[in-house]
């Protein structure tokens, strides 16, 4: 009996010599390892005892927990890789680009990718422009508007009779529409164009179509509709009381305008004139243009002041100003504040200019109202 168990002993140990050549596996040897969906590994195989593998994400992606296994009799260790942060149980869906753009590329969007939003015709983002994916999640989690969208668009109002707009509907942000007058003898005076800014008009209204012998008297006629205005200079003062007045006044020196059909006959005053390259010539001598200016004020702390007040006039001054807490209307001075300093208790209500010289008050006014110019 006890040689028969050795030769049968004998027989198993070949048996499993046997197996392990017939196998090509030693018994050190480790398995093919679970790869995560998205993962890729850099060693193939076989397995032997110290072998290592190195997992991998594609794109930007990077391994969530355990990068690498090494075998190690047999056995993985760790036993298991990581998931890619990019991969799809991670992964984000596809934003909604903003109204009037697109996305910058159509993924997939895995963790760590980031879309930016791009505007069409020019337009650009108001708001959120790029958003990332954070493990299935967008952050920021929406986008902010384009410029182009219905959202910042402005409708082209009505044109007031006797104007004609250059555009008419639905503009889009940073668009303009211009006015012109439409019957003869007349000037624009005021706005001659709005812009569409972000939905809102800038000014938000435009002027109006005046008989060109309301703003003063034609001196001169180029027999092409352009001509030289001497404008007129008027005041109006009412006082409302408790310190408040309000105050409509027009002014200015000369200007040129182009009047749709004109027929007038310009009283010249005794003087030659001319226009070249745009200037104006009294005589053979170039005068400036210095425009027309109108409008109605507002005047809350602030006294008339009489002819007689002792304050001299300014010369060469136009339209309204304030000095030393007197203000003048072309050049004369009409009010004189009362209680305290500064340029507070002002307000402009319809005001405009015509002419490219003439400023019309300066931007630390407080203004309660439209101001123009």
Known sequence: ???FRIVNTSKMIALVLLLGIVSGMSSADCPPPNVPNGVTIDNQGPYTDGSTINGRCPGNGYILGPSSMTCMFGFWAPSFLGQCSNGQQNSCPTPQPPEGGRLSSEGPFGSGDTVNAVCEDGGYVIGVSSMSCVFGR???SFFGACTNSKRYSCQVPSPKPGMALSRDGT???????EATCTENMKVLVGIRSMTCVLGHWAP???GDCVDVNQLGTVVYSDGNGQV???FRNGTDISDLGNGELIIK???GGYGIEQVK???GTPDSQGSTWSIQNGMIYKDGVQIPSVGYSYGTVKLSGYKVLQPNSGISSIPGMNGVSVRNNVVYVNGVPVAERTAGIGLGGISIHNMGTIGSNNNVFG?????NDNFYY
Do not use: C, R
């Open 171 to 177: 503009l889009k942000s940073d668009e303009t529409v």
């Open 138 to 140: 967008w952050a920021p």
């Open 261 to 263: 059909g004109y027929t």
């Open 363 to 367: 931007s630390s006014f407080n203004n």
């Open 228 to 230: 030289i205005i001497k």
């Open 249 to 251: 006044y027009s002014g």
């Open 1 to 3: 009996m006890e040689y």
């Open 204 to 206: 938000n209204q435009l």
